[in-house]
């Protein structure tokens, strides 16, 4: 059943302009940035290069990449639900003989297929120097797995968002409002007395800035599950909610 | 008649707000049962409740013994539903839509192909199926709606409103293709429109302010329309049945009678000749059917008229 969901999703948002609107828009900012830091780099002797090439390009290119991810997410979620609120075509989800649970799984990974191309744009532009560059290719590969994994944050609050409400502009508006809360709440620390860092460890930058120098801790990974599990629950907890209110 | 459909004191209420109160009905196999209301009565509630779309806060449903709250994957596979806006995708394909309607409600996949090729047939999509649903006219829509509702052969299928914004025409094949697909599942239609109960229903509940107040089967005898008559003081039914033109007529109060008229007297020979006859007219309004007049008499108009 969840694939069903799944190619629908997916089958719909590929014939609408937004996916490649947002494609064709993040390669043009993304190829101008990676211009910039080759530019930059090979300006450089080699006495003032400080971090390697692959360093530079995961933690510009791919770091502005999870940026992007973050305003296209909500935009590619609104659909999702929102939108299907407002015309009435969630009543034949609910009306179909279909679990809750499945129809949030279906439309999360009908998000994540749709989000995955924008996450892997920053890997095409850096392997376009594989011949001409020594490339640290774990890195890249760890890079992309985090900026994966934050785009796969974004599309469960993006979705969540979406359960929120029928008015598409509120659910984008509420799930930037959470994912920039999530990506600031770490300067919260600056102003308390405290030295326990939990602020800090609630902000999604924070934990794909390792997987971008190329670690991979495991604390970072549950952050992660741990999120995308949570906003998921919510979701399924708020369309049950609209069934019993 | 066996009973497909058990509601046992079902009520919905949205905070301190009753939309629905104290429902009990049944319904049997093949019946089609037409829940008539104003707008605001509670009747698009009662259909979210009987979908499975809305939890109800009091009572229960039963299809077929298995109770739609408790068990809700199994009852829902008898159900087909069309809400008051048909629910579907404008990117879609025709084909591809009733493709995903049908695989929603589990159809095995050898018979997905007969089964949209069957359900387009008798809506009258046959050489629509590569269009794109966006450009669908209205009419269309509404039968997409009705074909995604019946894709899996329900055998409770609600529909909601189902001529809204149709012209006459569709209307009318609408209602013959619902009398059609009564003789496969039971029906329960909803609509503010009495000529299309009347038209299509074996029974009729009427809703009003949330609660049932009528519940009856439709005769099948032709209504027969009459004319109720308000006379001057003093005046007796002899002096009116003295008239020409008039088959029959009973007294139903002081100075008030309910008079037939033959097909070829009109209401404005028959004004003229009462007042020809020094009778004075008070009032002259039709006759209604019994079921129109059954709802106007419960929903409180009557007395406004």
């Given amino acids: 059943m969840i694939d069903i969901l799944i190619r629908r999703e997916v089958r719909s948002a590929f014939v609408t302009s937004l996916p490649w609107i947002l494609l064709t828009g993040g390669q043009i900012i993304l190829a101008w940035i990676f211009l910039q830091v080759i530019e930059r780099f090979s300006g450089l002797e080699a006495a003032e290069r400080t971090v390697t090439l ?10 502005f990449a999870a940026i992007l991810i973050m305003f296209a997410a909500p ?26 649970i499945t129809v949030v799984l279906g439309k999360f990974i009908g998000l994540l297929i749709l989000i995955t191309p924008l996450c892997l744009l920053p890997l095409v532009n850096v392997l376009l120097l594989a011949y001409s560059a020594e490339l640290d290719y774990g890195q890249l590969a760890a890079a992309t ?21 029928a008015q598409p502009g509120t659910a984008v508006f509420i799930a930037l409002s959470i994912l920039l809360l999530l990506s600031i709440i770490g300067r919260a620390e600056q102003f308390t007395a405290t030295t326990l860092s939990l602020f800090e460890w609630l902000t999604w930058n924070e934990h794909l800035f390792w997987f971008l120098i190329g670690t991979i801790r495991f604390s970072d990974l549950a952050y992660f599950g741990f999120f995308i599990l949570f906003f998921l629950l919510l979701t399924q907890r708020r369309l049950t909610n609209r069934y019993l209110q | 008649m066996e009973t497909l459909l058990r509601i046992t004191n079902l009520g919905r209420s949205f905070g301190s707000y009753s939309a629905l109160s104290e429902v009990n009905l049944s319904l049997g196999r093949g019946e089609v049962l037409g829940l008539l209301g104003p707008n605001g009565a509670g009747k698009t509630t009662c259909l979210r409740l009987l979908s499975g779309v809305l939890a109800p806060t009091t009572g229960r449903i039963e299809l077929h013994g298995i109770d739609l709250a408790k068990y809700p994957l199994k009852a829902k596979r008898q159900l087909g539903y069309l809400p008051e806006q048909p629910p579907l995708y404008p990117e879609l394909r025709v084909d591809e839509y009733l493709k995903f309607c049908a695989q929603l409600h589990r159809l095995p996949r050898r018979q997905l192909i007969t089964a949209i090729a069957e359900v387009k047939q008798r809506c009258g999509l046959e050489d629509s199926g590569q269009r794109l649903i966006g450009t669908l006219s209205k009419g269309f829509r509404q039968r997409l709606g009705i074909a995604q509702a019946i894709i899996h052969r329900p055998q409770l299928l609600i529909l909601d409103e189902p001529t809204e914004g149709l012209d006459p025409l569709q209307m009318r094949m609408l209602r013959k293709l619902i009398r059609e697909l009564a003789r496969e599942c039971s029906i329960i239609l909803a609509s503010h429109l009495l000529p299309e109960v009347q038209a299509v229903c074996d029974r009729v509940a009427i809703l009003y302010q949330g609660r049932i107040c009528f519940n009856d089967y439709l005769t099948t005898d032709q209504p027969i329309y009459g004319w109720r008559v308000r006379l001057g003081d003093g005046s007796t039914l002899m002096q009116l049945t003295a008239l020409s033109g008039i088959t029959g007529a009973v007294a139903i109060g002081e100075d008030r009678y309910r008079v037939l008229l033959d097909d070829h007297v009109d209401s404005a020979q028959f004004a003229q000749r009462v007042i020809r006859a020094g ?10 059917t019994d079921l129109e007049r059954a709802f106007f008499d419960l929903i409180g108009v009557e007395s406004e008229r």
């Avoid at chain 1, 797995?145 to 979406?162: K, R």
């Fill in chain 1, 54 to 63: 692959t360093q530079e390009l995961t933690l510009n290119v791919f770091g």
């Fill in chain 1, 75 to 100: 935009l590619l979620a609104m659909r999702l639900l929102s939108s299907e609120f407002q015309d009435g075509r969630f009543d034949l989800i609910s009306a179909a003989p279909v679990r809750m």
């Fill in chain 1, 145 to 165: 797995l985090g900026l994966w994994l934050a785009a796969a944050l974004f599309a469960a609050v993006g979705l969540y968002a979406s359960s929120l409400t």
């Fill in chain 2, 279 to 288: 009778l004075q007219l008070r009032e002259l309004v039709p006759e209604r």
